[in-house]
Every structure is written in structure tokens, then in C-alpha cells.
């Protein structure tokens, strides 16, 4: 097997997706290194199976699941032209990728109790282990 192949087994692929009014854009990583940049037409001017194939169409290239970071906002219509979204809102999942959610301006807000001292090495520990 070739190693680049070796190497994509072994480290999660994320794809990340922020859909624009007049474009939207790809980000595709292994770790910290890009391996897949576009800019494609508006979410809106595509087939409704078009990004959904693309993802299973990496999915399948890489023999693995994928992980999808979807950009978005309550006012955003792109998300939802791109069909990843469930009826509530959520990421969809199936046997070739994982969508999260994430919020456009890249902040996600969390609930957090206060008095209990720094836990700021325990919130950048997190997304480690979830990976």
C-alpha cells in the first residue's frame, strides 16, 4: 500500500465546508496538513446529490469515514441547500461521514459553571480525544 495511503488509515480526514452566496468553499485536512482545497458554485446552483457524493466519493477514495465541519448560521441558506442537515438542524450521519455543525463566525458558545477554577487545558484536550 502506498504511504500516503498508509498514512490517511491512520489520521481522521475533516473536511470543511463554508457555503456562501456566491460560492462555497472546501478545506479538506489529515492532522493539520490540506490536503484538498476548492471553491465551488453556490450551494444553491448544485444538484441536491452533488455534495453528498463528493463526500462518499472521498469517503470511499480514502477506505475511510469522514469527518464534516459544516459553517453555518441560523440565516444561512446555503447549509441547507447542501443537505446535510437533518429537520431539526443537526449534522446528518451515515456510513461515510460525520457532519458537525459549527457556527459561521468559527465560536462555538457553551454553557459553563463559574468558581471552579481553570479548566482552559482540559477544554484544549478535548477535541484530542474525540478525534
Do not use: Y
Not at 18 to 31: F, H, K, N, V
Not at 74 to 79: L, N, V
Not at 104 to 117: C, E, K
Request: with cysteine; glycine share 8%; hydrophobic share 40%.
Amino acid at each position: 500500500m502506498p504511504r500516503s495511503s498508509q498514512r490517511s488509515l491512520m489520521h481522521p480526514i475533516t473536511i470543511t465546508i463554508l457555503p456562501e452566496a456566491s460560492q462555497t468553499r472546501i478545506l479538506g485536512t489529515i492532522d493539520s496538513q490540506e490536503i484538498l482545497k476548492a471553491v465551488l458554485p453556490p450551494a444553491q446552483a448544485a444538484h441536491p446529490a452533488a455534495v453528498r457524493t463528493l463526500l462518499e466519493g472521498l469517503a470511499l477514495w480514502h477506505q475511510q469515514r469522514i469527518c464534516v465541519v459544516l459553517c453555518a448560521d441560523e440565516r444561512d441558506t446555503g447549509s441547507s441547500a447542501l443537505g446535510l442537515l437533518d429537520a431539526l438542524g443537526f449534522g446528518e450521519q451515515c456510513l461515510h461521514f460525520e457532519v458537525a455543525v459549527v457556527p459561521r463566525n468559527g465560536r462555538v458558545h457553551r454553557r459553563r459553571i463559574g468558581g471552579l477554577g481553570d479548566f482552559r487545558e482540559l477544554r484544549r484536550l478535548t477535541p484530542e480525544v474525540l478525534r
